[in-house]
């Protein structure tokens, strides 16, 4: 049975079971994992567990219709409060943290959770996006998330620890959400009809690093399109850079006018490329093929083998290459211009 309808936490919801039933359930907690894995799914449900009308704390469950209940999945409780980073913004503003300029000190996360619950016995606050706190963001929370008020549960969400500034980790009880089996994901999409057959469920799942949002968005038609020849000139190691960059381009620029549309297109390539070098890499390195996380991509993957030589530092270089255009998305440069950069240095 799992916890609150949440498929694959089942041990994360006991550990904060164990708490609750204790007594002990208040502080700072970091919640890390890869991307739609449930972390914001669990914190709301979390809030409800402690705030059901129906429930004390100490239960750790929700009745799910209570008014608490509703007030927590519509976001209006007044016990509860969130924040995350604006999709026009490449970090979290200070503001949201301790307010504006004029409410310094009076509006933000810190304030809110320094004040008493309105209804029940904890003040939660949830700040997602915190892989995207600034070095004055995290500063301004220290004290808040060192010593929260005895109410107090502060969650902040995040996709690694090694992400989080070292102030930050030593001050939060650090708990860790693991990707979802890909045939428990693929279950996920085709019970939600994002998938029609089961045979695409599973693939998506396998090249979704066990997310579920991020398998959602490889459900996209335009994607299928282009996957054959994404993979196949990767397995080349990119040996005609400036025409597939053309294509990868044009595929971008597809998704629409808006900025926006265009980065998240070229976030799922860049997705895609971690997931085929991190497979390559994995391959190899003599793991068998089959406990490969996307066996899927062995066609591609036999022929990267033989085009990187089996050097497992070059492939790691492509893959650290990969990462840093991803960081360039979040820096908002240019799209033209982090294609064209990425497949200039993966060709070389």
Known sequence: MTWQNIIGHDRVAEQFRR??????LVGSFLFVGPEGVGKRTFATAMA????CQNHSPQDFDACGTCAACH???AGNHPD??????PEDKTELPLELLIGSKEQR??????YEISRKPYAGGYK???IDDADKLNEEGANALLKTLEEPPPHAILILIGTSAAKQLPTIRSRCKIIRFFPLPPQELAGLLESQNVVASP???LRLARSSDGGLELAKAFCDDSIDEIREIFFRELSRGVTQSVPFAIKLNEF???AGKEAILRRKRLRLLLMMALDFYRNLGRMIGGVDQRQLGNRDLLPYLDAAVTAYRSDVFQVNRAAERTHEALEQIDRIAQVPYIIDAWLHDLAK
């Open 124 to 126: 939660i606050a949830v």
């Open 199 to 201: 045979e695409r469920a």
């Open 19 to 24: 708490a609750a039933t204790r007594g002990r």
């Open 80 to 85: 509860v409060y969130d924040v995350a980073k």
């Open 105 to 110: 000190g009076r509006s933000g996360v810190c």
């Open 48 to 51: 409800k567990s402690l705030l």
């Open 252 to 254: 971008v620029d597809a």
């Open 71 to 73: 007030q927590v999945d």
